[in-house]
Each structure stands twice: as C-alpha cells, then as structure tokens.
C-alpha cells in the first residue's frame, strides 16, 4: 500500500507542532528567579508601582503650589438680550430692552508666601463694553481696564497650612518610596509562599510515586512468597491495601499539585496551561546578622520611622489649626493704576492710581465653649496620638527583634532536618533491601518507609520556613544581608 507523501509531511508538521507547543509550555524556576518574574509581571507588583507612580504626581502637585502661577480669565463674550427694568427718579421703574456685550480679560500671576500663608499678585485687565440700542449721538463702545495691579491678600493669626504641608509632604513622599521596596519584599515573602507550596506538593507528588513504585514490587514480593507458603494471606492483604492506599495518595498529590500549580501561574502572571517544574533551593545564603544592627537598620530605613515623625507633625498641625479658628482676621492691600476710555489705546495714557487696604475680622463674642472645646479637643488627639507612637516604637522594635532570632534558630534547624532527612533515607534503603532477602519484616518496613517521608517533608517545610524568614528579614530592615547592600535607594 503507497502512503501518499502529503499526508506524510503534514502528519510530522503536526507531530513537530505539538513537541514544540508542549516544549514551549514546560518551564523550569529556581526561587531568585520566580521572585524576580514575580516582581516584574505580578498584579500584586504592578499595583505596587502604580501606587509610588501616584504618589509621585501627588509630591510634584505639591511642589507646585509653591511655584508662581500665570492666570488668564475673563468671559469671552458676555452678550446679553433682554427687557430690564429701570428705576427712575421719581421711583417709578420703566422696562426698557438691553442688548448689550460685556468682554473681560484679565492676566494675574500670582506667587504664595509660604512663611505666612498669603499670596500675593500682580495683575492686569480689560473690560470692553458695547451697547448695540445705543442711538447716533450715543456713545456704542467704551473701554477700561487696570494697567497694572498688586495686590496683597494675608490672613493674620490663621492656620498656615502651607507651612505644615511643606514638613509634612516630603515625610509622606519619602515614606511612599519606602513602602514601595516593601511593597516589593512582600511580593518576595508571598511568592515564596507560593513557590514552597508548590514544591512540596511536587515533592509529595516524588513520595506518593516513589512509595506506589516500592510497595507494588513489595506486594510482588509477598505474592511469591504467598505462592511458596512462606507467609500468611493476612500479611499479602495487608501489602494489597497498601498499595491501594499508595493510588489514593498519588491521586491526591497529583491533585494538590494542579492547585498549587494554578495559585502560582495566577500569581506571576503565567499560562495556566504552562508546566511548571521547580528547583529546591538547597545553597543557602551565608551571612551574620546582628540584633542590634537590624534594629538600627530598622529604624534607618523602614517607612515606618518616617511614618512616627510625619504623625506627631500632622497632631501639631491639627492643634494649630484649632488655634487658627479662634479669630479670623483677613488683611487685603492693592496699589496700582486703571483707566476708562474710548479707545483700548488710551487705557494706558495717563492711567489713574488707584489703592485698596481693608482689615477684615471675625471673634467670635459668645460661642458657649465651642473654641474651648475645639482647642481641647485637638490637644487630647495630639497626646493620644504621641502615646500611641511610643507603644508603636516598642512593638516595631520587638518585632525586629524577634524576626531575627526566628530567623537564626531557623537556620540552625535547618542542618538538622537536613541530616535527619539524609539519616532516614539511608534508613530506609537499608530496610528495603533486608526485607526483599526476608531479614526485616513488613512492619519494620513500613517504619522506615514512614520516618523516611515524615524527614522529607520536614526537611523541605523548614526550607520554606529558612527562605520565608530571609525575605520576612529583608522586608524588615529594606537591606540586603547577602550582598551587603541597601535595598532602598534614596536617590531612585
């Protein structure tokens, strides 16, 4: 029978397709390299950038109240067509139509003084009217404007609040870039999380296949030896139930295994599809650390630092702005030139001077203890606030300090569940090996078989507790311990 060469060629393509697809969706991750996928594609990294990128825009806002600001306004045009009354000497109103046009345009820059909370400005305008119903002997256009202006606007005894916003702002920006780096040693701690779960679900998936493998030949075993009258039926049952038992677990593990593959693939942003097969990171990282100097550390780089010295100005600046409401006083000055003319030209011929000065005031006589209350009010908030932040430097400070020493018993448990996972393993090997030439009985068997797995998975559960604990350390004090290096940048 000829196959036909077509047929041939397109069954390879498809055969060569589908190797390449499956190639293409089996990836291999060691920890530093999902923590980095994580903290370049994750959602939870994204939304961490979005946050700083925010906080960014919100400081250069700020700094921008604090800059000259150039203003043009006006209304462009203000026609108006209507039937108005008109109040006449004797009292009398008398309805009379208007239509009329009324343009207005001014230029202001204006400049804030910080160190007192006024502003002041330097202005020019032009007003131009038109009256459309005027008569021939009447007078249709007239022009006027102010050539020049500056004007003063200052409150006196006020809430400053551009004084407190410039200590305060800049505390809350450079907070924002610290809780950036720690947003981002989050995402490290939860990946690893996430990478551990997975790998001993993979390595739990290696036991149930392993122990599946072992007791079928160990029921192979009981089954000659049942042939040859050597054991009992009640011992071959006993295997059979094992093995059975051995299915179950493999179909679990296979199962924990597809969930945790999923949590991970959602997390860094991975093809559900993708076939994921993780390294154990055994090569752990070799460095001292010191109590004291991570709390130092601490203290020098953690948001939280800033965040206590931002909180006691913001419960000053609460208590100076219930100062600032007893009286409200408002002190308003303008010097300059305007002019009324025919013309847009002779605005500026001659222009008239003109100045402004008037003292507003506002004191409350009688206000039944409302300033008293507001003030006291403010100053309870103020103390409460400082109570709080020494209990929160106590906690942050514990805190530290028990992360650390966490993290050096962790590591030192960690050689010993590496040598107890060794020890059970050779264990374990030995026994199989006396069983199949009938020195050790299947009890025995089944001991070794049991501290051989209970070692693995405590072996690779204080793995993740030695990883989880390093990257908890770098998140605490934003420095990395391995390289000897700040994690936090100021300049970035």
């Known amino acids: 029978m000829k196959i036909d060469s077509t047929f041939i060629s397109i069954l390879f393509c498809l055969v060569f397709i589908s190797f ?3 190639s293409q969706n089996s990836v291999t991750y060691s920890l530093d390299q999902m923590v980095q996928q994580a903290k370049d594609r994750s959602p939870a990294a994204l939304r961490a950038s979005t946050r700083r990128e925010n906080s960014y825009w919100q400081y ?4 921008s109240d604090y800059n000259p600001q150039l203003r043009l306004n006006g209304t462009i045009p203000g026609y108006t067509r209507s039937i108005t009354g008109v109040l006449q000497p004797d009292g009398s109103i008398d309805y009379r139509g208007v239509q009329q046009n009324n343009v207005n345009l001014g230029l202001g820059l204006e ?4 160190g007192t909370g006024g502003t002041v ?3 020019t305008s032009t007003n131009r009217f038109d009256n459309y119903l005027a008569g021939p002997g009447d007078i249709k256009t007239q022009w006027s404007g102010i050539p020049v202006n500056v004007r003063l606007a200052q409150p006196i005894f006020a ?3 551009y004084k407190w916003n410039k200590k305060i702002e800049p505390l809350l920006f450079e907070e924002s870039k610290r809780v950036f780096v720690q947003e981002m040693e989050e995402v490290s701690f939860n990946v690893t999380q996430l990478y551990f779960q997975y790998l001993i679900a993979q390595v739990n998936l290696d036991i149930a296949t392993q122990n599946l493998d072992n007791y079928e030949d160990v029921f192979e075993v009981e089954q000659k030896r049942y042939e ?3 054991t009992f039926e009640d011992k071959l049952l006993q295997v059979e139930l094992q093995v059975l038992q051995a299915q179950q677990d493999l179909a679990q593990a296979k199962l924990d295994l597809e969930s945790s593959a999923l949590m991970v693939s959602s997390y860094i942003g991975l093809d559900p599809s993708t076939d994921i097969h993780l390294l154990a990171p055994e090569i752990l990282p070799d460095f001292e650390v010191n109590v004291d100097e991570a709390i130092e550390l601490a203290f020098q780089n953690r948001s939280e630092a800033l965040e206590f010295d931002r909180r006691k100005l913001q419960a000053e600046a609460q208590v100076a702005e219930a100062k600032g409401q007893r009286m409200q006083m408002q002190l308003n000055a303008s010097y300059g030139y305007n002019n009324a003319a025919l013309t847009w030209g002779d605005i500026y011929t001659n222009p008239n001077s003109s100045a402004i000065v008037n003292l507003g005031i506002s004191v409350p006589i009688l206000d039944w203890g409302r300033n008293k209350a507001r003030m006291s009010l403010a100053e309870a908030n103020q103390q409460l ?4 932040i020494q209990q929160d430097l106590i906690t942050f400070e514990q805190e530290i300090f028990t992360k650390v020493k966490n993290f050096l018993m962790i590591r030192d448990r960690l050689e010993v569940t590496k040598t107890s996972d060794d020890v059970a393993q050779r264990r374990y090997e030995i026994a199989l090996r006396r069983y199949q030439t ?12 049991g501290e051989k797995d209970t070692n693995k998975r405590a072996y690779y559960n204080a793995l993740q507790d030695f990883w989880l604990a390093y990257y908890e350390l770098r998140a605490l004090t934003l420095y990395d311990f391995e390289n000897d290096e700040l994690l936090y940048n100021p300049e970035i």
Not at 60 to 63: A, D, S
Not at 385 to 388: A, G, K, S
Not at 438 to 449: E, K, P, S
Request: avoid cysteine; aromatic fraction near 8%.
């Open 20 to 22: 390449t697809a499956h």
């Open 60 to 63: 250069r806002l700020f700094k």
């Open 111 to 114: 400049q804030v003084i910080s």
């Open 121 to 123: 400005s330097v202005n």
């Open 159 to 161: 809430f400053n609040a």
């Open 228 to 230: 040859l009258g050597t």
């Open 385 to 388: 606030e400082e109570y709080t």
């Open 438 to 449: 009938g020195n050790v009985t299947i009890t025995d068997l089944n001991i070794a078989q």
